[in-house]
T-cell receptor
């Protein structure tokens, strides 16, 4: 059975800190890994990663995938209170009948 | 451009009833996907549609079904509701013509909160 595990489950930091969120996976026939940010209800797409070692960056957020060790990290530098959210990782796997498996998420709280 | 809209936003039903939820994608988007989110199971993929065809389905019983219309609007239906179907149902749309919603960025709607009593 495909598994996606995120750690930590929750994290509390102060504004200005740098955080690293982890996502490890065990799936059959990996295709891509996706990161989302969920604040109130609707998740917001952040990144899609398909190749190892290539960093994707958007402002203060960046992410990288390691297909050999089967994990990805999401880094947020100079955190702001607006970064407080649940960060979800999902892995797309399989062939033509693919599967999308989500992790449980990491709840990030950024205090002023 | 207007975002993804979902109706209704809140719904209360009783066990055994059926329910239909609606999703209107962003104009020009032809891919629509549906998700169920519960505190226990987290976010789970339900199904995906492109050009009125279901392209993929998650691991849900046959009581969960959906369809997509020629204008890309999509509906999902849950028959014979169970207490465990209480959840936030999210829909997302995606641009692109590959027919695979996850080849492109997905844009989520605000969700429909379904409560089954």
């Amino acid at each position: 059975e495909d598994k996606v595990v995120q750690s930590p489950l929750s994290l509390v930091v102060h504004e200005g800190d740098t955080v690293t969120l982890n996502c490890s996976y065990e799936v059959t026939n990996f295709r891509s890994l996706l990161w989302y940010k969920q604040e109130k209800k609707a998740p917001t797409f952040l990144f899609m990663l398909t190749s190892s070692g290539i960093e994707k960056k958007s402002g203060r957020l960046s992410s990288i995938l390691d297909k050999k060790e089967l994990f990805s990290i999401l880094n947020i530098t100079a955190t702001q209170t607006g970064d407080s959210a649940v960060y979800l990782c999902a892995v797309l796997s399989g062939g033509s009948n693919y599967k999308l498996t989500f992790g449980k998420g990491t709840l990030l709280t950024v205090n002023p | 451009k207007a975002g993804v809209t979902q109706t209704p936003r809140y719904l209360i039903k009783t066990r055994g009833q059926q329910v239909t939820l609606s999703c209107s994608p962003i104009s020009g988007h032809r891919s629509v996907s549906w998700y169920q989110q519960t505190p226990g199971q987290g976010l789970q993929f339900l199904f995906e549609y492109f050009s009125e065809t279901q392209r993929n389905k998650g691991n849900f019983p046959g009581r969960f079904s959906g369809r997509q219309f020629s204008n890309s609007r999509s509906e999902m239906n849950v028959s014979t509701l169970e207490l465990g179907d209480s959840a936030l149902y999210l829909c997302a749309s995606s641009p692109g013509t590959s027919g695979r919603v996850f080849d492109n960025e997905q844009f989520f709607g605000p969700g429909t909160r379904l409560t089954v009593l």
